[in-house]
């Protein structure tokens, strides 16, 4: 099959040749945070079948975004990751998370799937580099049965799925009280004093928390109407 093309010599319009066809962002975000195997793309993406699957991925090895993997030991088994082209689309794909819990996110619709390791993204699309000046330290967030953790050095930070070998501070709460904190309804200090969310570690490192993730206020897009 051809690959559709809007045939303009532009860099936007190049670029959304390669990667604006329906589920490739998707797959880019998912690899931004490591490689995964076939059946892990697979059980985050519903809706996306196998031979579709299968076929995005290989378009994204044929345009270099993407290469094949061997996962280390003790899993030993082939996977898919991001290129040095591909990794460098990350910036772009937090820009647009970032305008979407803004402008886009809003309640969660019937049917809608949620994976709470889709919060690593969100998270470091919100990060605040000159909250974090002078901090080092590694967060480890526990959702549910996901866990992921967030390692911050001095103004930057390194977000990834799974457990943190030596966390300075753990935040455990459900995915509603995520997606509270994601649409705005609720901040980590309250869903704290609420109850709602558990926190254990170094106190100090704890109470720059609050400071380092500044998520953005939902917006309408509708426009406000000028007083008549």
Same mark, same amino acid.
């Given at each position: 099959?051809?690959?559709?093309?809007?045939?303009?010599?532009?860099?936007?319009?190049?670029?959304?040749?390669?990667?604006?066809?329906?589920?490739?962002?998707?797959?880019?975000?998912?690899?931004?945070? =490591?490689?995964?195997?076939?059946?892990?793309?697979?059980?985050?993406?519903?809706?996306?079948?196998? =031979?579709?699957?299968?076929?995005?991925?290989?378009?994204?090895?044929?345009?270099?975004?993407?290469?094949?993997?061997?996962?280390?030991?003790?899993?030993?088994?082939?996977?898919?990751?991001?290129?040095?082209?591909?990794?460098?689309? =990350?910036? @772009?794909?937090?820009?647009?998370?970032?305008?979407?819990?803004?402008?886009?996110?809003?309640?969660?619709?019937?049917?809608?799937?949620?994976?709470?390791?889709?919060?690593?993204?969100?998270?470091?699309?919100?990060?605040?580099?000159?909250? @974090?000046?002078?901090?080092?330290?590694?967060?480890?967030?526990?959702?549910?049965?996901?866990?992921?953790?967030?390692?911050?050095?001095?103004?930057?930070?390194?977000?990834?799925?799974?457990?943190?070998?030596?966390?300075?501070?753990?935040?455990?709460?459900?995915?509603?009280?995520?997606?509270?904190?994601?649409?705005?309804?609720?901040?980590?200090?309250?869903?704290?004093?609420?109850?709602?969310?558990?926190?254990?570690?170094?106190?100090?490192?704890?109470?720059?928390? =609050?400071?380092?993730?500044?998520?953005?206020?939902?917006?309408?897009?509708?426009?406000?109407?000028?007083?008549?």
């Amino acid at each position: 099959m051809d690959q559709r093309t809007y045939n303009q010599y532009c860099a936007t319009a190049r670029t959304l040749d390669l990667v604006g066809e329906r589920w490739t962002l998707l797959l880019i975000r998912e690899l931004l945070t =490591g490689p995964k195997r076939f059946g892990d793309l697979q059980a985050s993406l519903r809706g996306l079948g196998a =031979g579709l699957l299968s076929a995005r991925l290989k378009h994204l090895e044929r345009e270099g975004l993407a290469r094949k993997v061997t996962l280390p030991a003790p899993a030993r088994t082939p996977a898919y990751a991001l290129t040095e082209a591909g990794e460098e689309l =990350g910036p @772009a794909v937090l820009e647009i998370a970032r305008w979407g819990m803004k402008w886009a996110l809003g309640e969660r619709r019937e049917g809608e799937t949620f994976h709470p390791g889709w919060a690593v993204l969100g998270l470091k699309s919100c990060f605040d580099p000159e909250a @974090a000046a002078g901090l080092r330290a590694v967060y480890e967030f526990r959702i549910g049965d996901e866990v992921l953790h967030a390692r911050v050095d001095d103004g930057t930070v390194e977000m990834s799925h799974g457990p943190a070998q030596r966390p300075d501070a753990v935040v455990e709460m459900d995915e509603d009280a995520l997606l509270g904190m994601a649409a705005g309804r609720s901040a980590l200090r309250e869903l704290i004093d609420g109850g709602r969310a558990a926190v254990s570690g170094d106190r100090e490192v704890l109470s720059r928390l =609050g400071d380092l993730f500044r998520l953005p206020g939902p917006r309408s897009r509708t426009p406000e109407q000028p007083p008549s």
